[in-house]
């Protein structure tokens, strides 16, 4: 189940490259077990480690300076998440213990990943982006935005923007729900939809069954 | 109300619709080991049910070993355990299973079609960014996460964002020599990176229409580089009658019946798209991407930019950082430029016509001295009738590897990958940073590009290989 998230005001690291792919967020290699775990040290292991075999970590890699510390709000390029479909991206960053992620645009297949992992994807336009930047680079530790989801704001000491997110995204992620029981409460009009469709459409559902369930008898 | 072919699917799948967009029937669920298995896994931890377990499809490819004989399942620890949690669970679920072993394994893009798991005006998704491959056949087919993978397989629907619609109106027809990868180089060149972000695309025209379907896969499996949501091309005869016959699709008086509604799935005339592009096909030439991005695409005798030139789209950084990254400077010719590896497989291109037109610039001749250059079909049938064609013969003459099929060195997660600093002329979709093995640098282009190329030593234009 995902956490709900309500605001947070939190220290934020700032990665403003473009088109950081999902091969960067965590590498293939990172990807050891078929699990929703153990992702996090693997986060941007290309950047964030030295080459070689060790994990000797790189300290011109953002993550790595202890004024970033403890991150939990991500500022980043356009096109954020783009690349493959693994959602291990979503997985390690949220496991790397970030909530929030502000950039100007994002993968869309990404996007909906984060909003299924209760991590706040936040669009900001390339110039509040900016502003935002500045001021948390200025000192980090202490200049930490406060990312409300409930205002949809995104607020600095001087300044605030506010940004967008579909209604019923910020229901569930406000509340924490599993999108799959939001879904299952619809399930007699989901059966009486596919009802008809059978009828008017017997051709796509006209598939030889798969071997039955192991365990199943005979 | 005319209305394009989208709107046609998306209405007759719509169950309800809200401020978050639809919540659509799917028909179809794909799912391979490098992502179905753990929501498998996770959904029967939840205690929850797979829904219509028949209209879901599980294969191996991702991370399978592609070297010729394989005997185990994947190149050892630890990626053997994700073909082996898919097949425990697939199993478990009673879902289909095309396992390593199966004469019906292969890329997820390549079997939908091969099988006819596909057909026109169907919804089928999978966790896999590429596809929208499969909207070549008129189904509305589209990429997806594993937590939505669960939700497809609980619900038997998805709750998505009503996308845009892109029409690309494609008039005029391709040149000798150039084929559907380079047209979509060439899109994605022009267009960017996210040329087609929120946009569901339908490519139309008489230039889509003369591709036969394995180039229309080709044309919306690159798609995804744009930032595509799906993509589309309305079925016609030629869709019909690659799909007759085929092992999933319906047969007799049913595939009558379907055929009667797909011959409706067009846009109509009258029908308003939100954004329109128009490309003449025979301006297109033979595309390479000289950076780490789809979008650093050229025709093969451009040189690699100057900052200026891609100002608007990359910072000053991170051009600099792509050029170092591969090894050019502006200026550089891409034609010429000496190569270390050679790829043709991967869902873009490893389809038996791929394959065929490769082998013609192979037919009689040896890869260039110092080259690795590999073949990995992109399925165990493309294989076998590759093999019985005497492709495979031409390929392994030429100094080629002939693999068995799988995803393969397209990124390394396989457990293979090419040398730091190797240079390779690669028949895939994404040239990013470390794809093809740690400080690979890829080049993409299309089959008889990497053909020529091979041959060359260098990259080369495969219009200039003698006849």
Redesign the interface.
Known sequence: MPQPFTELTACAAVLLRDNVDTDAIIPSREIRAVAKTGLAAGLFANWRYLPGEGRTPDPMFILNDPAFRGAQILIAGENFGCGSSREQAVWALAEYGFRVLIAPSFSPIFYRNCLRNGLLPARLDKEAIGGLAEWVRQDPKRNQPLVSLAAQRIQISARSWPFEIAADAREALLEGLSEIDQTLRLREQIALFQLADREKRQWAYHLSPPAPPEGAGD | MPSTLFEKIWN?HL??E????G?L?L?RILLHE??G??AL??LRQAG?RIAN????FATMDHVVDTRPGRRSNALGA?RN??ID??RREA???????FDVDDERQGIVHVIGPELGIV?P??TLVC???HTGTQGAFGALAW??????A??AL????L???RPKTLRVSIDGALQRGVTAKDLALHLIGTHG??GA??FVVEFAGPAVRDLDLEARMTLCNMATEL?A?AALIAPDERTYSYLRGRA?A?DGE??E??LA?WRALCSDPDARFDREIHLDASEVRPMVTWGT?PQDALAIDAAVPDFPAVAGR??M??YRRALEYMGLEPGRRLQGLPIDGAFIGACTNSRLSDLRRAAAILQGRRIAPGVRAICVPGSTRVKRLAEEEGLAAVFERAGFEWRESGCSLC???GGESFSPGQRIVSSTN?N????QG?QTRTHLASPETVAASALAGYIADPRLTPE
């Open positions: 007759a169950i309800a809200g401020s978050g967009g919540l029937l028909d490098r992502t298995g753990v896994q996770s929850r377990p028949a209209h879901v630890p355990v994700f949690v898919t199993r478990a679920a009673g879902i289909h299973l057909l005006g169907l966790p896999d960014s990429g997806i996460g594993s937590t939505e669960e939700h609980a619900t038997q629907t709750r998505i964002p990176s996210s972000r929120g930032s949501f999933f319906p049913l595939f019946r379907g509604g991005n990359l910072s950084p991170a990124f390394f997660a994404r990013f940073e470390g794809r740690p």
